[in-house]
């Protein structure tokens, strides 16, 4: 029970470290790409369409929330500084500034002189909701910009969920880290497999839980070394032992069906990599506290004991001669005994 658990225990570490990696290598991939700027363009975009969109961008508040961001997206050709996040508040204010829409007439005239299309038949959508009143216009539209951007949200969890199992396949290949010839490793060796165990009780016991990726303006220099310090010190000190790499492969043995039990194993690093750290570190932890508590203490025997009582035999009278003394006998045996006889007197 233990070996097998101590075997599970170094797998879901493995499981671990690599999640950790593959986090810390989307988080810079998303403040390099600027996804979360590209993903509210797009958004953005999609509303008030392609060209009110470089528009918007231009104006001069959207411009200052832009200040000091590290998103950057190339937008027509020209590479934009983008805020990673807007309010609803800042979005129709933006957009009515941009219309020159301060009061009622104001909105009438800017619907009527939109050009056909979705845009005009939603802004007379809107207006018809509203009755005109500028105030609830300008409320219709920050609830349309929410609704939206809930989508939107949605759509960029599922592509950072694609980035995460595109990475892990390829943390898998570069490392050669597949789960069936981990496990090998781990079940015909349990001098191996504890000391991984080993050395997942320590981590899980330092180390803080992880959190979720920050994919909104992660700290490129701070990504950077915690990716140097997961490969250098906790995925270098398991290569040699669970054979990760390709400095141990005997290429001799590399048939199709060595290729094939690779590209399965591959497939379930990166299925489970696409877990997430959180998920992996929850499951260490409980398996070493499992491991930590042991088998349960087995019980005794239970044994039967049964008492016979017995009877004393009764004592005997022994009888000696040479002039010793004897026992006299009980009155009880007195009693047993029967009456001697009276002897009868001869007649005359």
Same mark, same amino acid.
């Given at each position: 029970?233990?070996?097998?658990?101590?075997?599970?225990?170094?797998?879901?570490?493995?499981?671990?470290?690599?999640?950790?990696?593959?986090?810390?290598?989307?988080?810079?991939?998303?403040?390099?790409?600027?996804?979360?700027?590209?993903?509210?363009?797009?958004?953005?975009?999609?509303?008030?369409? @392609?060209?009110?969109?470089?528009?918007?961008?231009?104006?001069?508040?959207?411009?200052?929330?832009?200040?000091?961001?590290?998103?950057?997206?190339?937008?027509?050709?020209?590479?934009?500084?983008?805020?990673?996040?807007?309010?609803?508040?800042?979005?129709?204010?933006?957009?009515?500034?941009?219309?020159?829409?301060?009061?009622?007439?104001?909105?009438?005239?800017?619907?009527?002189?939109?050009?056909?299309?979705?845009?005009?038949?939603?802004?007379?959508?809107?207006?018809?909701?509203?009755?005109?009143?500028?105030?609830?216009?300008?409320?219709?539209?920050?609830?349309?910009?929410?609704?939206?951007?809930?989508?939107?949200?949605?759509?960029?969890?599922?592509?950072?969920?694609?980035?995460?199992?595109?990475?892990?396949?390829?943390?898998?290949?570069?490392?050669?880290?597949?789960?069936?010839?981990?496990?090998?490793?781990?079940?015909?060796?349990?001098?191996?497999?504890?000391?991984?165990?080993?050395?997942?009780?320590?981590?899980?016991?330092?180390?803080?839980?992880?959190?979720?990726?920050?994919?909104?303006?992660?700290?490129?220099?701070?990504?950077?070394?915690?990716?140097?310090?997961?490969?250098?010190?906790?995925?270098?000190?398991?290569?040699?032992?669970?054979?990760?790499?390709?400095?141990?492969?005997?290429?001799?043995?590399?048939?199709?069906?060595?290729?094939?039990?690779?590209?399965?194993?591959?497939?379930?690093? @990166?299925?489970?990599?696409?877990?997430?750290?959180?998920?992996?570190?929850?499951?260490?932890?409980?398996?070493?506290?499992?491991?930590?508590?042991?088998?349960?203490?087995?019980?005794?025997?239970?044994?039967?004991?049964?008492?016979?009582?017995?009877?004393?035999?009764?004592?005997?009278?022994?009888?000696?001669?040479?002039?010793?003394?004897?026992?006299?006998?009980?009155?009880?045996?007195?009693?047993?005994?029967?009456?001697?006889?009276?002897?009868?007197?001869?007649?005359?």
């Amino acid at each position: 029970m233990i070996a097998i658990l101590s075997t599970i225990i170094g797998i879901v570490f493995v499981m671990l470290l690599f999640s950790l990696l593959a986090s810390s290598i989307l988080e810079l991939i998303a403040g390099y790409l600027s996804l979360r700027g590209q993903q509210l363009i797009r958004a953005i975009k999609g509303m008030i369409g @392609a060209g009110a969109t470089d528009d918007f961008i231009s104006h001069p508040f959207f411009q200052q929330l832009a200040a000091g961001s590290k998103e950057r997206t190339k937008i027509n050709g020209k590479k934009r500084a983008l805020p990673s996040y807007l309010g609803a508040g800042t979005f129709s204010s933006i957009l009515l500034d941009m219309m020159e829409i301060d009061n009622r007439a104001d909105l009438e005239a800017a619907i009527a002189g939109l050009p056909e299309g979705p845009s005009k038949k939603l802004a007379q959508f809107l207006y018809r909701q509203t009755n005109g009143e500028l105030i609830d216009f300008k409320k219709k539209l920050e609830d349309w910009f929410n609704e939206v951007m809930d989508r939107a949200s949605g759509a960029y969890k599922r592509t950072s969920q694609r980035w995460l199992v595109g990475i892990g396949l390829a943390l898998a290949v570069v490392f050669n880290a597949d789960v069936i010839n981990i496990y090998h490793s781990l079940s015909i060796n349990s001098t191996l497999s504890n000391m991984i165990a080993d050395q997942a009780t320590t981590f899980v016991n330092t180390q803080p839980a992880p959190t979720a990726p920050n994919l909104d303006n992660p700290d490129i220099a701070e990504v950077k070394q915690k990716v140097s310090a997961l490969v250098n010190d906790n995925i270098a000190a398991l290569e040699s032992p669970l054979g990760l790499g390709w400095s141990t492969v005997d290429w001799q043995q590399a048939d199709g069906k060595w290729w094939l039990y690779k590209i399965i194993g591959w497939l379930t690093t @990166a299925l489970g990599i696409s877990l997430g750290a959180t998920f992996w570190f929850e499951m260490l932890r409980k398996l070493v506290s499992l491991r930590a508590s042991g088998p349960p203490p087995s019980q005794p025997p239970i044994t039967t004991t049964t008492i016979t009582q017995t009877t004393p035999a009764p004592s005997q009278t022994s009888v000696s001669t040479g002039g010793a003394l004897t026992t006299a006998p009980s009155d009880s045996v007195l009693e047993s005994l029967p009456a001697p006889k009276k002897a009868a007197k001869p007649k005359k």
